[in-house]
């Protein structure tokens, strides 16, 4: 049975990729701090003798007994709710926490896939954004200790590759959605739903000129799956070209969920990039990768899923997208 070790495996993402091992039949060992995630996303696995979890902070020395193939680094905060809020953490999980995991692989020989981010390409002068665009980031603005994290973790991850011929994969991940999304977590999808949900009005910050585009969580883990099978080392876009403006979007959810509610503006935060659409031309060529689901299948999964959560976590999420204006 081979072994994976996942890194932030209780997040959201991580949590679909241990289902995903699991069901093809890999021995799977999470690892996580819980500072974002959550260990209600993979409970359901706890029984499984294929299945451990690690409570641990991958930022410090991590050691795991045993072979290991493949070593997913996915520890990290994700949405600017959460890195605002923890910017240490969050540089501090894409240097020491790959540099942990790049040393575990090495003793192992296991092959490492690192989770990097559409977000290292900054406020994009380049659309749609392709693997050979190198970004426009600012490294000192609100959203630069995510961006530069990230973009240090690609360099550290492509010397290890190169220095010690490690075997090594990079996705660039596009705007993800599906269940397990946290409601408080700030991303606008989330977000918007949250709002319908509480019968409030729904906030689009700037204009809502501004475009995403939206992956279902399931077409994302089957291009993370081709990718670390593959024998390609360079970074490759996983996301869903289809782009949608966030006027347009808020105005989609509204119909989804029959809330009566408008649309209100407030002004855009600092650095907010204005266009994201990923060229997915390489995923197509590499490996045979397309999304399969339409963004009104997986909204309507999306939006069972948060129906379905107890009421107090709706009020829970209250709070929230002020914070990412800071
Ligand atoms: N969701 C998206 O749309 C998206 C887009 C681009 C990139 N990504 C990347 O994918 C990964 C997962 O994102 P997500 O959306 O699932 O976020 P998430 O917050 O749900 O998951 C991240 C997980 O990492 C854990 N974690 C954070 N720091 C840790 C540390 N030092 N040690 C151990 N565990 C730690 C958290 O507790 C959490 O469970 C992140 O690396 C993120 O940057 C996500």
Redesign the pocket.
């Known amino acids: 049975m081979k072994r994976v070790l996942i890194?932030?495996?209780?997040?959201?993402?991580?949590?679909?990729l241990c289902d995903r091992f699991i069901r093809e039949g890999y021995h799977v060992i999470a690892?996580?701090?819980?500072?974002?995630?959550?260990i209600r996303?993979i409970e359901h696995l706890f029984h499984l003798p294929n299945f451990e979890f690690y409570h641990?902070?991958?930022?410090?020395f991590i050691h795991v007994p045993g072979e290991l193939d493949y070593i997913l680094?996915?520890?990290?905060?994700?949405?600017p709710i959460?890195y605002l809020k923890?910017p240490i953490?969050?540089l501090?999980?894409?240097s020491l926490?790959i540099h942990n995991c790049l040393g575990l692989a090495r003793v192992k020989g296991a092959r490492v896939l690192?989770?990097?981010?559409?977000?290292v390409y900054g406020d994009p002068t380049v659309h749609p954004q392709n693997e050979d665009y190198w970004g426009n980031v600012n490294p000192v603005g609100p959203r630069g200790v995510?961006d530069e994290a990230?973009r240090f973790q690609e360099a550290m991850t492509m010397a290890y590759h190169t220095y010690h011929g490690l075997e090594t994969r990079i996705v660039?991940?596009?705007?993800?959605?599906g269940p397990?999304?946290?409601l408080n977590?700030g991303?606008v999808l989330p977000a918007f739903i949250g709002q319908a949900l509480r019968g409030e009005d729904l906030t689009v910050f700037g204009d809502g000129s501004q475009t995403r585009s939206f992956?279902y969580?399931d077409d994302?883990v089957e291009g993370i799956y081709r990718l670390l099978l593959s024998d390609h080392p360079y970074p490759v876009n996983i996301g869903n070209p289809s782009e949608i403006t966030i006027k347009e979007f808020g105005e989609e959810i509204i119909k989804l969920t029959g809330t009566s509610q408008k649309l209100v503006f407030k002004p855009l935060p600092q650095d907010d990039p204005k266009q994201r659409q990923p060229d997915i031309t390489k995923a197509k060529a590499i490996l045979g990768w397309e999304p399969q689901v339409a963004r009104a299948e997986g909204l309507r999964i999306t939006y069972d899923y948060f129906k379905s959560l107890p009421e107090e976590e709706l009020y829970r999420a209250a709070y929230h997208r002020e914070f990412v204006k800071k």
């Open positions: 890194t932030g495996g209780a997040g959201f993402l991580g949590s679909h690892m996580d701090n819980l500072i974002t995630g959550d996303n641990h902070d991958v930022s410090k680094h996915f520890a990290s905060p994700a949405s959460d923890i953490q969050t501090k999980v894409g926490g690192i989770a990097s981010t559409s977000e995510y990230k660039r991940i596009f705007n993800t959605y397990r999304m946290r977590d991303r992956c969580v994302l």
